[in-house]
């Protein structure tokens, strides 16, 4: 802690030999970033620029990818910064912040799924229907749920944490994930149990919504002709690739943040670094590939 600023400092821990292969983290994670970067704003750049793509379906993936972009800019410049620095140290503050920044966006993406999942219900399901149900409004509404409900959620507890007394200022970790709750002295039973609503709320509840939806859509163009099986299969399997990857890493990064045995160094750090580089990645390119009409618009700019 700094008395003269009154400012406390939290110490990340989860760094590998850093003296020595600080310059190819750096070259690497650099090398990353920027593919994230472009790879997504040009599929969000497509979506923007060709009226045919201006559906609820890919109004939701620019979200999406959106969200991306944001994660990772919350993450990468620094850990660019911690790189190339003689300590890596980030204020309790701005760790908060960066907590509540990931956590919000995290859980924002399984709204978004779940407002893709539904959008894919009334298209096949109800079809006649699509036109008046999934209007300018619906989506616009979709959107500020997706957003707001998550960061309202994650707020609180960032403002319980903040309000916690901390016993430990070393971080086993290289950017504030949920390792963060073992840096106070006694977790505080109402974030704990906030905590506990808040993972079904935004988490559990989406998933299954997800999943109902997608069963009663499969339900329906199993009975129906090759075209509309055509047709589902290649809306759906895009969101559901999404979904089950970011499932995976997000139970993946609980247990691992939760974890309090030692867990050998190196292996925690590649484990960590999939959880920023796996999706960030991967999601451009499942709906660049994936999604028909992204697709022809992609080569025809290639």
């Not at 923007?48 to 109004?59: A, C, D, G, R, W």
């Not at 500020?144 to 086993?172: D, E, R, T």
């Amino acid at each position: 802690m700094d008395e003269e600023l009154n400012v406390t400092y939290i110490t990340f821990d989860g760094h590998v030999e850093m003296n020595k292969y600080r310059y190819v983290y750096f070259f690497i994670m650099f090398t990353v970033y920027i593919l994230i970067i472009s790879s997504n704003f040009i599929i969000i750049y497509l979506i923007l620029i060709h009226k045919n793509l201006h559906e609820p379906m890919y109004i939701f993936i620019a979200a999406l990818l959106l969200n991306v972009v944001i994660y990772s800019t919350t993450i990468y410049p620094k850990l660019l910064i911690d790189f190339l620095s003689e300590k890596q140290i980030i204020s309790y503050s701005a760790c908060l912040f960066q907590f509540f920044i990931i956590y919000s966006l995290g859980c924002s993406e399984f709204f978004l799924l779940a407002a893709m999942a539904y959008d894919r219900y009334v298209a096949i399901c109800k079809p006649l229907q699509y036109p008046t149900i999934m209007r300018k409004s619906t989506v616009s509404i979709f959107l500020v749920i997706a957003w707001l409900v998550p960061a309202s959620n994650i707020a609180v507890q960032a403002i319980g944490m903040a309000k916690s007394k901390l016993c430990s200022f070393h971080l086993k970790s290289i950017f504030c994930n949920n390792t963060i709750y073992t840096l106070q002295c006694v977790r505080s039973r109402l974030v704990t149990v906030f905590g506990i609503v808040s993972y079904l709320d935004l988490v559990v509840f989406p998933i299954l919504f997800i999943v109902f939806t997608y069963t009663k859509i499969f339900i329906v163009t199993y009975r129906s002709c090759k075209e509309i099986k055509k047709k589902a299969a290649e809306t759906c399997l895009p969101h559901m690739l999404v979904l089950i990857t970011f499932s995976c890493l997000g139970v993946y990064d609980v247990i691992m943040a939760r974890m309090e045995t030692d867990f050998p160094k190196t292996a925690r750090l590649i484990m960590t670094l999939q959880i920023t580089l796996y999706q960030p990645l991967f999601n451009p390119f499942i709906y660049g590939l994936k999604m028909k009409e992204i697709s022809k618009h992609l080569k025809r700019l290639f």
